[in-house]
Antibody
Framework: QVQLKESGPGLVAPSQSLSITCTVSGFSLTSYGVHWVRQPPGKGLEWLGVIWAGGSTNYNSALMSRLSISKDNSKSQVFLKMNSLQTDDTAMYYC????????WGQGTTLTVSS | QIVLTQSPAIMSASPGEKVTMTCSASSSISYMHWYQQKPGTSPKRWIYDTSKLASGVPARFSGSGSGTSYSLTISSMEAEDAATYYCHQRSSYPYTFGGGTKLEIK
C-alpha cells in the first residue's frame, strides 16, 4: 500500500540548516510528485513546495531563498533542505503525494531552539 | 498569493444538525479542495475538485461553489465529524490553505 514516512533531526539550533527525508513505498517517484507542508504548533497548514515526477520543482515564494527540494528515485526518497532556521520554523513537517495530497506521511516534528 | 478565508473559525453542532462552513478566495479559482484533520493526526484528503468526495468519505458530506466562494456541508452531523477542516487552492502558486474551521460536537 501507499506509504510516506518523514525522518528528521528533531531539534536544530537557530541559524542552522536542516534536512528532512521522506521515504515512500507503494508507488514510484517517477510517476507521482511529492509535496512538503508544515504546521506550526496549534496553527494551520502551510505549503512549502513540490518536486514533480519529472524532477522539476516549485516553491513557496516566501521561503524560496531558504528552501531546496530534491529526490533520489532509486531510493524512493525525497529531501527537504532549509537553511537559516529561526524559531518560527518550529513545526510538524509533512510530505504528501500529489493527486491532491491523497496520501500523507505521519509528519516529523522540528523544533528550532538553542 | 491567493488568500483563503474560512468562516467560522470555530463552530459546534448537535448530532443530526446540518452544518455549513465557507471558504472565500481573494481571487477567482477553478476548484477548491478540503482536508479533514483530527488532533494528533495528519490531514486527510476529504473533498477535491470542489465537489468530489475522497474515498471513504461519507455521503453526508458535500462540497460546492465557484469563483471566489466555496462551501463544505454536512447534511446531518455525527460525532465522528468533529475535526478541523481546511480549504486549499492549487489554481496558482504558491498553493495556499485557509486558516481552518474547527467543528465541535455539542
Amino acid at each position: 500500500q501507499v506509504q510516506l514516512k518523514e525522518s528528521g533531526p528533531g531539534l536544530v539550533a537557530p541559524s542552522q540548516s536542516l534536512s528532512i527525508t521522506c521515504t515512500v513505498s507503494g508507488f514510484s517517484l517517477t510517476s507521482y510528485g511529492v509535496h512538503w507542508v508544515r504546521q506550526p504548533p496549534g496553527k494551520g497548514l502551510e505549503w512549502l513546495g513540490v518536486i514533480w515526477a519529472g524532477g522539476s520543482t516549485n516553491y513557496n515564494s516566501a521561503l524560496m531563498s531558504r528552501l531546496s527540494i530534491s529526490k533520489d528515485n532509486s531510493k524512493s526518497q525525497v529531501f527537504l533542505k532549509m537553511n537559516s532556521l529561526q524559531t518560527d520554523d518550529t513545526a510538524m513537517y509533512y510530505c504528501a503525494r500529489e493527486k491532491y495530497f491523497d496520501y500523507w506521511g505521519q509528519g516529523t516534528t522540528l523544533t528550532v531552539s538553542s | 498569493q491567493i488568500v483563503l478565508t474560512q468562516s467560522p473559525a470555530i463552530m459546534s453542532a448537535s448530532p443530526g444538525e446540518k452544518v455549513t462552513m465557507t471558504c472565500s478566495a481573494s481571487s477567482s479559482i477553478s476548484y477548491m479542495h478540503w482536508y479533514q484533520q483530527k488532533p494528533g493526526t495528519s490531514p486527510k484528503r476529504w473533498i477535491y475538485d470542489t465537489s468530489k468526495l475522497a474515498s471513504g468519505v461519507p455521503a453526508r458530506f458535500s462540497g460546492s461553489g465557484s469563483g471566489t466562494s466555496y462551501s463544505l456541508t454536512i447534511s446531518s452531523m455525527e460525532a465522528e465529524d468533529a475535526a478541523t477542516y481546511y480549504c486549499h487552492q492549487r489554481s496558482s502558486y504558491p498553493y495556499t490553505f485557509g486558516g481552518g474551521t474547527k467543528l465541535e460536537i455539542k
